[in-house]
Protein backbone atom coordinates (compact mmCIF):
# COMPACT_ATOMS: atom_id res chain seq x y z
CA UNK A 1 0.00 0.00 0.00
CA UNK A 2 2.82 2.63 1.06
CA UNK A 3 4.12 1.94 -2.32
CA UNK A 4 1.30 2.59 -4.77
CA UNK A 5 0.74 6.19 -2.28
CA UNK A 6 4.61 7.20 -3.31
CA UNK A 7 3.99 5.76 -6.60
CA UNK A 8 0.61 7.88 -6.84
CA UNK A 9 2.98 10.61 -5.08
CA UNK A 10 5.71 10.44 -7.84
CA UNK A 11 3.14 10.44 -10.54
CA UNK A 12 1.71 13.79 -9.37
CA UNK A 13 4.99 15.63 -8.83
CA UNK A 14 6.09 14.51 -12.49
CA UNK A 15 2.66 15.65 -13.56
CA UNK A 16 3.37 18.75 -12.11
CA UNK A 17 6.97 19.31 -13.34
CA UNK A 18 6.15 18.38 -16.80
CA UNK A 19 2.93 20.68 -16.52
CA UNK A 20 4.95 23.74 -15.16
CA UNK A 21 7.81 23.18 -17.48
CA UNK A 22 4.96 23.14 -20.32
CA UNK A 23 3.48 26.32 -19.45
CA UNK A 24 7.08 27.86 -18.83
CA UNK A 25 7.66 27.41 -22.33
CA UNK A 26 4.45 28.88 -23.47
CA UNK A 27 5.45 31.75 -21.38
CA UNK A 28 8.93 32.49 -22.58
CA UNK A 29 8.79 30.79 -26.13
CA UNK A 30 9.47 32.55 -29.02
CA UNK A 31 6.27 34.82 -30.26
CA UNK A 32 3.94 33.51 -32.81
CA UNK A 33 3.19 36.04 -36.03
CA UNK A 34 -0.16 36.14 -37.10
CA UNK A 35 -0.26 38.58 -40.21
CA UNK A 36 -4.22 39.60 -40.66
CA UNK A 37 -5.19 40.96 -44.20
CA UNK A 38 -8.69 42.47 -44.32
CA UNK A 39 -10.30 43.00 -47.49
CA UNK A 40 -13.40 43.45 -48.94
CA UNK A 41 -15.01 41.78 -51.96
CA UNK A 42 -13.01 43.03 -54.48
CA UNK A 43 -10.01 41.66 -52.76
CA UNK A 44 -9.44 45.43 -52.05
CA UNK A 45 -7.40 46.26 -48.76
CA UNK A 46 -9.34 47.70 -46.19
CA UNK A 47 -6.70 48.64 -43.63
CA UNK A 48 -2.93 48.33 -43.43
CA UNK A 49 -2.25 44.44 -42.68
CA UNK A 50 -2.10 44.43 -38.63
CA UNK A 51 0.41 41.70 -36.86
CA UNK A 52 -0.15 40.21 -34.27
CA UNK A 53 2.77 38.99 -31.65
CA UNK A 54 2.44 36.51 -28.58
CA UNK A 55 2.86 33.07 -27.02
CA UNK A 56 1.54 30.02 -28.11
CA UNK A 57 -1.85 29.51 -26.58
CA UNK A 58 -1.99 32.65 -25.58
CA UNK A 59 -5.01 35.17 -26.08
CA UNK A 60 -4.76 37.91 -28.10
CA UNK A 61 -6.32 41.55 -28.32
CA UNK A 62 -8.16 41.92 -31.45
CA UNK A 63 -11.30 43.20 -32.59
CA UNK A 64 -11.76 42.34 -36.70
CA UNK A 65 -15.41 44.20 -37.40
CA UNK A 66 -15.12 47.11 -39.10
CA UNK A 67 -17.96 49.79 -39.69
CA UNK A 68 -19.91 49.55 -42.37
CA UNK A 69 -18.76 46.26 -43.53
CA UNK A 70 -19.77 42.20 -43.06
CA UNK A 71 -17.02 40.15 -42.25
CA UNK A 72 -17.94 36.73 -44.03
CA UNK A 73 -15.03 34.51 -42.73
CA UNK A 74 -15.05 34.87 -39.36
CA UNK A 75 -14.63 31.30 -38.89
CA UNK A 76 -10.74 31.71 -40.21
CA UNK A 77 -9.73 33.28 -37.48
CA UNK A 78 -8.48 31.89 -34.43
CA UNK A 79 -9.11 32.13 -30.86
CA UNK A 80 -5.68 32.17 -29.73
CA UNK A 81 -2.13 31.68 -31.00
CA UNK A 82 -1.53 28.96 -32.16
CA UNK A 83 2.37 27.46 -32.68
CA UNK A 84 3.39 28.64 -36.18
CA UNK A 85 3.28 31.71 -37.93
CA UNK A 86 -0.16 32.39 -40.03
CA UNK A 87 -1.33 34.61 -42.77
CA UNK A 88 -4.84 34.99 -42.77
CA UNK A 89 -6.99 36.86 -44.85
CA UNK A 90 -10.24 38.05 -43.46
CA UNK A 91 -12.87 38.82 -46.09
CA UNK A 92 -15.74 41.65 -45.89
CA UNK A 93 -18.69 42.79 -48.22
CA UNK A 94 -19.53 46.50 -47.75
CA UNK A 95 -23.40 46.78 -46.36
CA UNK A 96 -23.96 50.42 -47.21
CA UNK A 97 -27.16 50.09 -49.71
CA UNK A 98 -26.97 52.18 -52.96
CA UNK A 99 -29.65 54.35 -52.06
CA UNK A 100 -27.47 55.23 -48.89
CA UNK A 101 -24.36 55.70 -50.46
CA UNK A 102 -26.23 57.93 -53.05
CA UNK A 103 -27.74 60.24 -50.50
CA UNK A 104 -24.39 60.69 -48.77
CA UNK A 105 -22.87 61.68 -51.94
CA UNK A 106 -25.62 63.79 -53.08
CA UNK A 107 -26.22 65.81 -49.66
CA UNK A 108 -21.86 66.39 -49.57
CA UNK A 109 -20.80 69.82 -49.98
CA UNK A 110 -16.92 68.16 -50.94
CA UNK A 111 -16.13 64.94 -52.29
CA UNK A 112 -12.73 63.90 -51.37
CA UNK A 113 -10.59 61.39 -53.51
CA UNK A 114 -7.04 60.18 -52.41
CA UNK A 115 -4.91 56.49 -52.30
CA UNK A 116 -4.07 55.65 -49.07
CA UNK A 117 -0.65 53.98 -48.82
CA UNK A 118 -0.79 51.16 -47.30
CA UNK A 119 2.72 49.48 -47.00
CA UNK A 120 3.11 51.42 -43.80
CA UNK A 121 0.70 52.66 -40.70
CA UNK A 122 -0.15 56.20 -39.63
CA UNK A 123 1.77 56.85 -36.10
CA UNK A 124 0.38 59.80 -34.23
CA UNK A 125 -1.10 61.06 -37.20
CA UNK A 126 2.15 61.18 -39.52
CA UNK A 127 3.16 58.15 -42.14
CA UNK A 128 6.38 58.29 -43.96
CA UNK A 129 5.59 58.66 -47.87
CA UNK A 130 6.19 55.52 -49.65
CA UNK A 131 6.02 56.28 -53.15
CA UNK A 132 8.19 52.89 -54.47
CA UNK A 133 6.75 50.80 -56.83
CA UNK A 134 6.47 47.85 -54.43
CA UNK A 135 3.95 50.04 -52.28
CA UNK A 136 0.63 49.43 -52.13
CA UNK A 137 -2.06 52.71 -52.67
CA UNK A 138 -5.30 52.17 -53.15
CA UNK A 139 -8.81 54.60 -53.61
CA UNK A 140 -10.49 56.31 -51.27
CA UNK A 141 -13.50 58.70 -51.16
CA UNK A 142 -14.18 61.07 -48.56
CA UNK A 143 -17.03 63.26 -47.67
CA UNK A 144 -17.50 66.69 -45.49
CA UNK A 145 -19.79 69.28 -45.13
CA UNK A 146 -17.42 71.65 -43.94
CA UNK A 147 -13.80 71.06 -44.90
CA UNK A 148 -12.13 70.50 -42.09
CA UNK A 149 -13.72 67.06 -40.94
CA UNK A 150 -13.80 64.14 -43.45
CA UNK A 151 -16.03 60.96 -43.11
CA UNK A 152 -14.19 57.66 -45.54
CA UNK A 153 -16.73 56.16 -47.53
CA UNK A 154 -16.84 52.73 -46.62
CA UNK A 155 -17.59 50.99 -50.05
CA UNK A 156 -15.92 48.12 -52.29
CA UNK A 157 -13.31 49.78 -53.79
CA UNK A 158 -11.32 48.49 -57.18
CA UNK A 159 -8.26 47.22 -56.51
CA UNK A 160 -5.96 48.78 -58.47
CA UNK A 161 -2.87 50.38 -57.90
CA UNK A 162 -3.94 54.53 -58.58
CA UNK A 163 -1.99 57.39 -56.88
CA UNK A 164 -3.03 61.41 -57.91
CA UNK A 165 -6.52 60.71 -58.52
CA UNK A 166 -9.35 63.49 -58.76
CA UNK A 167 -13.37 62.46 -58.65
CA UNK A 168 -16.57 63.33 -60.59
CA UNK A 169 -19.88 62.84 -59.34
CA UNK A 170 -22.37 63.39 -61.52
CA UNK A 171 -25.46 62.55 -59.18
CA UNK A 172 -25.56 58.88 -60.87
CA UNK A 173 -21.71 57.84 -61.50
CA UNK A 174 -18.77 58.22 -59.19
CA UNK A 175 -15.86 58.72 -61.25
CA UNK A 176 -12.43 58.66 -59.89
CA UNK A 177 -9.91 60.08 -62.70
CA UNK A 178 -5.82 59.06 -62.80
CA UNK A 179 -2.92 59.16 -65.37
CA UNK A 180 -4.61 58.60 -68.54
CA UNK A 181 -7.49 56.64 -66.87
CA UNK A 182 -10.42 56.38 -65.12
CA UNK A 183 -12.48 53.99 -63.54
CA UNK A 184 -16.24 54.59 -62.46
CA UNK A 185 -18.71 52.74 -60.40
CA UNK A 186 -22.82 53.12 -59.99
CA UNK A 187 -23.36 50.80 -57.16
CA UNK A 188 -20.45 51.19 -55.34
CA UNK A 189 -19.50 47.46 -55.49
CA UNK A 190 -18.27 46.83 -59.44
CA UNK A 191 -15.82 48.90 -61.23
CA UNK A 192 -15.24 49.70 -65.07
CA UNK A 193 -12.28 51.17 -66.70
CA UNK A 194 -12.67 54.07 -69.05
CA UNK A 195 -9.88 54.95 -71.21
CA UNK A 196 -10.33 58.62 -71.19
CA UNK A 197 -6.93 60.62 -72.81
CA UNK A 198 -6.48 58.95 -76.22
CA UNK A 199 -6.49 62.64 -77.95
CA UNK A 200 -4.39 64.13 -75.40
CA UNK A 201 -1.11 64.91 -77.24
CA UNK A 202 0.35 67.49 -74.83
CA UNK A 203 3.00 64.92 -73.48
CA UNK A 204 3.45 62.83 -69.93
CA UNK A 205 0.46 63.25 -67.36
CA UNK A 206 2.28 64.48 -64.30
CA UNK A 207 -0.77 66.14 -62.11
CA UNK A 208 -4.55 66.26 -63.18
CA UNK A 209 -7.42 67.87 -60.91
CA UNK A 210 -10.83 68.34 -61.63
CA UNK A 211 -12.66 71.43 -61.34
CA UNK A 212 -16.40 73.53 -62.52
CA UNK A 213 -16.84 76.80 -63.57
CA UNK A 214 -20.06 78.53 -64.69
CA UNK A 215 -21.94 75.45 -64.47
CA UNK A 216 -19.24 73.83 -66.83
CA UNK A 217 -16.66 70.58 -65.75
CA UNK A 218 -13.32 70.69 -66.43
CA UNK A 219 -10.05 68.12 -66.52
CA UNK A 220 -7.27 70.12 -65.67
CA UNK A 221 -3.75 68.63 -66.82
CA UNK A 222 -0.15 69.37 -65.88
CA UNK A 223 2.41 68.08 -68.15
CA UNK A 224 5.23 67.81 -70.50
CA UNK A 225 6.95 65.94 -73.09
CA UNK A 226 10.47 64.77 -73.75
CA UNK A 227 10.99 67.79 -76.02
CA UNK A 228 10.31 70.58 -73.28
CA UNK A 229 10.62 68.99 -69.78
CA UNK A 230 9.20 72.19 -68.13
CA UNK A 231 5.76 71.14 -66.94
CA UNK A 232 2.68 72.91 -68.54
CA UNK A 233 -0.86 73.48 -67.60
CA UNK A 234 -4.01 72.10 -69.63
CA UNK A 235 -7.69 72.38 -69.51
CA UNK A 236 -10.21 70.71 -71.97
CA UNK A 237 -14.45 70.35 -70.92
CA UNK A 238 -15.64 67.11 -69.02
CA UNK A 239 -19.38 65.66 -70.77
CA UNK A 240 -20.41 65.11 -67.15
CA UNK A 241 -22.69 62.54 -68.20
CA UNK A 242 -20.26 60.04 -69.48
CA UNK A 243 -16.90 60.76 -68.05
CA UNK A 244 -15.38 61.44 -71.33
CA UNK A 245 -13.11 64.58 -72.06
CA UNK A 246 -13.30 66.98 -75.18
CA UNK A 247 -10.70 66.56 -77.53
CA UNK A 248 -9.81 70.64 -77.59
CA UNK A 249 -7.30 71.27 -75.09
CA UNK A 250 -6.57 74.79 -74.16
CA UNK A 251 -2.83 76.12 -72.26
CA UNK A 252 -2.62 78.50 -69.16
CA UNK A 253 0.73 80.24 -70.18
CA UNK A 254 0.75 82.82 -67.27
CA UNK A 255 3.92 83.87 -66.70
CA UNK A 256 3.30 84.42 -63.01
CA UNK A 257 3.28 80.92 -62.51
CA UNK A 258 5.86 79.06 -60.59
CA UNK A 259 8.98 78.78 -62.55
CA UNK A 260 9.58 74.57 -61.85
CA UNK A 261 5.62 73.82 -61.76
CA UNK A 262 4.98 69.84 -60.06
CA UNK A 263 1.27 70.85 -59.21
CA UNK A 264 -1.77 73.02 -59.82
CA UNK A 265 -5.23 73.21 -59.10
CA UNK A 266 -8.01 75.64 -59.92
CA UNK A 267 -11.05 76.16 -58.20
CA UNK A 268 -13.92 78.92 -59.12
CA UNK A 269 -15.47 80.84 -55.91
CA UNK A 270 -17.39 83.82 -56.03
CA UNK A 271 -17.06 84.91 -59.31
CA UNK A 272 -13.45 84.57 -59.03
CA UNK A 273 -10.99 82.08 -60.55
CA UNK A 274 -8.28 80.93 -58.33
CA UNK A 275 -5.08 78.70 -59.47
CA UNK A 276 -3.20 77.01 -56.51
CA UNK A 277 0.57 76.43 -58.25
CA UNK A 278 3.12 74.29 -56.33
CA UNK A 279 7.08 74.43 -57.18
CA UNK A 280 9.02 71.52 -56.96
CA UNK A 281 10.42 72.87 -52.99
CA UNK A 282 7.15 73.06 -52.33
CA UNK A 283 6.25 76.36 -51.91
CA UNK A 284 2.72 77.82 -53.11
CA UNK A 285 1.47 80.42 -54.51
CA UNK A 286 -2.06 81.92 -55.52
CA UNK A 287 -3.33 83.64 -58.71
CA UNK A 288 -6.60 85.21 -58.96
CA UNK A 289 -8.77 85.76 -62.32
CA UNK A 290 -12.28 87.60 -62.11
CA UNK A 291 -12.97 87.19 -66.15
CA UNK A 292 -10.93 83.73 -67.59
CA UNK A 293 -8.78 80.92 -67.11
CA UNK A 294 -6.49 82.84 -69.37
CA UNK A 295 -6.00 86.41 -67.46
CA UNK A 296 -4.06 86.27 -64.24
CA UNK A 297 -2.93 87.96 -61.19
CA UNK A 298 -0.97 87.41 -58.70
CA UNK A 299 -2.77 87.25 -55.37
CA UNK A 300 -0.09 87.89 -52.93
CA UNK A 301 -1.13 84.85 -50.93
CA UNK A 302 1.98 83.00 -51.02
CA UNK A 303 2.69 79.54 -48.60
CA UNK A 304 6.58 78.97 -47.60
CA UNK A 305 8.50 77.35 -44.72
CA UNK A 306 11.80 76.01 -44.62
CA UNK A 307 10.94 72.84 -43.01
CA UNK A 308 7.95 71.42 -44.88
CA UNK A 309 6.85 71.29 -48.30
CA UNK A 310 2.94 71.94 -49.26
CA UNK A 311 1.72 69.37 -51.00
CA UNK A 312 -1.74 68.75 -53.42
CA UNK A 313 -2.66 72.55 -52.19
CA UNK A 314 -5.96 73.39 -53.15
CA UNK A 315 -8.90 76.06 -52.53
CA UNK A 316 -12.07 75.30 -51.38
CA UNK A 317 -15.40 77.29 -50.50
CA UNK A 318 -17.25 76.67 -47.06
CA UNK A 319 -20.48 78.66 -45.95
CA UNK A 320 -18.67 82.11 -47.51
CA UNK A 321 -15.41 81.62 -46.92
CA UNK A 322 -12.28 80.07 -48.98
CA UNK A 323 -10.25 77.43 -46.88
CA UNK A 324 -6.79 76.36 -48.47
CA UNK A 325 -6.31 72.28 -47.17
CA UNK A 326 -2.84 70.60 -48.55
CA UNK A 327 -0.63 67.99 -46.98
CA UNK A 328 2.34 68.81 -44.87
CA UNK A 329 5.21 66.87 -45.58
CA UNK A 330 8.73 66.92 -43.78
CA UNK A 331 11.42 67.71 -45.98
CA UNK A 332 14.20 65.63 -44.22
CA UNK A 333 12.21 62.71 -43.04
CA UNK A 334 9.39 62.44 -45.74
CA UNK A 335 6.66 62.12 -42.94
CA UNK A 336 3.42 63.21 -43.95
CA UNK A 337 1.78 65.05 -41.09
CA UNK A 338 -1.58 64.66 -42.83
CA UNK A 339 -4.70 67.22 -44.09
CA UNK A 340 -4.08 70.91 -42.84
CA UNK A 341 -5.60 74.17 -43.87
CA UNK A 342 -5.90 77.78 -43.48
CA UNK A 343 -8.91 80.10 -43.92
CA UNK A 344 -8.51 82.68 -45.93
CA UNK A 345 -8.82 86.63 -44.40
CA UNK A 346 -8.54 90.31 -45.34
CA UNK A 347 -10.25 90.31 -48.63
CA UNK A 348 -8.76 86.36 -49.41
CA UNK A 349 -5.24 88.54 -49.08
CA UNK A 350 -3.75 86.56 -45.96
CA UNK A 351 -3.96 83.13 -43.66
CA UNK A 352 -5.22 81.76 -40.49
CA UNK A 353 -3.18 79.95 -38.53
CA UNK A 354 -2.62 76.48 -39.39
CA UNK A 355 -5.23 73.42 -38.06
CA UNK A 356 -5.35 69.98 -38.78
CA UNK A 357 -7.88 68.48 -40.29
CA UNK A 358 -9.92 65.80 -38.59
CA UNK A 359 -9.38 62.53 -40.91
CA UNK A 360 -8.39 59.00 -39.69
CA UNK A 361 -5.75 58.37 -41.75
CA UNK A 362 -2.71 59.74 -43.43
CA UNK A 363 -2.69 61.86 -46.63
CA UNK A 364 -0.24 61.96 -49.53
CA UNK A 365 -2.19 63.37 -52.32
CA UNK A 366 -5.52 64.16 -52.59
CA UNK A 367 -8.05 65.88 -54.76
CA UNK A 368 -11.20 67.63 -53.74
CA UNK A 369 -14.64 68.84 -55.87
Not at 213 to 239: E, H, P, S
Not at 259 to 286: E, I, M, P, W
Not at 322 to 344: E, H, I, N, P, Q
Request: charged share 20%; glycine share 6%.
Amino acid sequence: MKKKINLMIAGIFMALIAYGSYTYLIGTGQDTVIKVKQVDRNGTLINSPIILAGKFLHNYDFNPQIQDYDLTNSVDLPSNFTRNNQNLTLKYNSNLNLKDVTNTLNKSHLILSMAQELSTTSLGGSQKANYSSSSVARLRILTSSNGTSWQRLNIDYPNVQMRNTTPLWNGHELYVYFGKEAMYTNDFKNWKTLRWSSHFNKGRIKKQHVFSAKGKTYMLILGNTNKNKKNRVYYARINTKDGTVKSKWNRIAASSLPARLVDVSVSYQDNTYYLTGTDSQGHVKVLKSTTSLDNWKQSGVVLTSKRYSYQAAQIISIKNRLLMCYTLVDRKTGFSDGMMYRAFLKNNSSFSKQKKADIDFTTHDFSVR
